[in-house]
C-alpha cells in the first residue's frame, strides 16, 4: 500500500479525483488500517474485507468495467493478486497503457548467451557472460549507470540503445517501447543481436 499511499496524497494535494479499493482478507492484514479512517480523502477509499459479514467483496471485472475510458489504473500487491487484477483489466476492456503495476520485486530470468556490449561513450567492447547481467559487466569495466532495485521493476538503470537488438526482460517498459528497442534496463535485460551498442 505504500506507493498507492503517497499516489493517493498527491492526487488529493492536486484536487484530482480518484477511488482507492483496498482489499485483504481481513482487516488485521490491512497496512496503516488506523490511520485510514483519519485521511482527508477517507471518502476516496473502497475497503473490501473477506471475513466481514457487511464486506464488500473486491468484484474487481465490475469495477475495471465501470471506470471511464480516460482513467488510469494502478496496482500493487504479491505476485498472484497482480496477476488476478491484470487478468480482470483485460477482461474489462482496460488497455495495457492504461494499466500500471507497482511490483514488491521481481523473479527474473537474466541468464542466456553471451553477447558484447558495445559502450560507445567510453569507446570500450564488453563481453556479458551467460550469468552476467549487462549493468555487472559495465561495472566490472569501472562504467556506472544509474541503479536502484536490481530487478527490472524501477526503470532507474533504462539506457539508450544506439544499435542492436535489446532481449527485454524488464517490467518498466510497455509492449510498445520495448518495440521500439530506443531503451533497456541494463539491470536484467539481454541482446538477441550478437553486438548491442549502447549510450555509456
Same mark, same amino acid.
Given at each position: 500500500?505504500?506507493?498507492?499511499?503517497?499516489?493517493?496524497?498527491?492526487?488529493?494535494?492536486?484536487?484530482?479525483?480518484?477511488?482507492?479499493?483496498?482489499?485483504?482478507?481481513?482487516?488485521?492484514?490491512?497496512?496503516?488500517?488506523?490511520?485510514?479512517?483519519?485521511?482527508?480523502?477517507?471518502?476516496?477509499?473502497?475497503?473490501?474485507?473477506?471475513?466481514?459479514?457487511?464486506?464488500?467483496?473486491?468484484?474487481? *471485472?465490475?469495477?475495471?468495467?465501470?471506470?471511464?475510458?480516460?482513467?488510469?489504473?494502478?496496482?500493487?500487491?504479491?505476485?498472484?493478486?497482480?496477476?488476478?487484477?491484470?487478468?480482470?483489466?483485460?477482461?474489462?476492456?482496460?488497455?495495457k497503457e492504461r494499466l500500471h503495476q507497482e511490483h514488491?520485486?521481481?523473479?527474473?530470468?537474466?541468464?542466456?548467451?553471451?553477447?558484447?556490449?558495445?559502450?560507445?561513450? +567510453?569507446?570500450?567492447?564488453?563481453?556479458?557472460?551467460?550469468?552476467?547481467?549487462?549493468?555487472?559487466?559495465?561495472?566490472?569495466?569501472?562504467?556506472?549507470?544509474?541503479?536502484?532495485?536490481?530487478?527490472?521493476?524501477?526503470?532507474?538503470?533504462?539506457?539508450?540503445?544506439?544499435?542492436?537488438?535489446?532481449?527485454?526482460?524488464?517490467?518498466?517498459?510497455?509492449?510498445?517501447?520495448?518495440? *521500439?528497442?530506443?531503451?533497456?534496463?541494463?539491470?536484467?535485460?539481454? +541482446?538477441?543481436?550478437?553486438?548491442?551498442?549502447?549510450?555509456?
Open positions: 500500500m505504500t506507493p498507492l499511499l503517497a499516489m493517493a496524497w498527491r492526487l488529493h494535494e492536486l484536487g484530482r479525483s480518484f477511488t482507492w479499493h483496498i482489499s485483504a482478507r481481513s482487516r488485521s492484514r490491512v497496512p496503516f488500517s488506523k490511520e485510514l479512517d483519519a485521511l482527508p480523502f477517507r471518502d476516496s477509499i473502497v475497503l473490501h474485507i473477506d471475513d466481514e459479514q457487511n464486506g464488500k467483496l473486491l468484484e474487481a *471485472s465490475d469495477i475495471l468495467r465501470s471506470a471511464s475510458d480516460d482513467c488510469d489504473v494502478y496496482v500493487c500487491g504479491p505476485r498472484g493478486y497482480m496477476a488476478f487484477i491484470e487478468e480482470a483489466a483485460r477482461r474489462a476492456g482496460v488497455t514488491f520485486g521481481a523473479e527474473i530470468d537474466t541468464t542466456g548467451s553471451p553477447f558484447t556490449v558495445v559502450a560507445a561513450r +567510453s569507446g570500450l567492447s564488453i563481453e556479458v557472460g551467460c550469468t552476467e547481467t549487462i549493468l555487472s559487466a559495465l561495472q566490472r569495466e569501472g562504467i556506472e549507470v544509474e541503479t536502484a532495485c536490481q530487478n527490472g521493476v524501477c526503470g532507474t538503470c533504462l539506457t539508450k540503445v544506439i544499435e542492436g537488438r535489446p532481449d527485454h526482460r524488464d517490467m518498466v517498459l510497455t509492449d510498445v517501447e520495448k518495440a *521500439s528497442n530506443e531503451m533497456i534496463a541494463v539491470c536484467c535485460s539481454r +541482446s538477441r543481436s550478437r553486438i548491442l551498442k549502447l549510450d555509456v
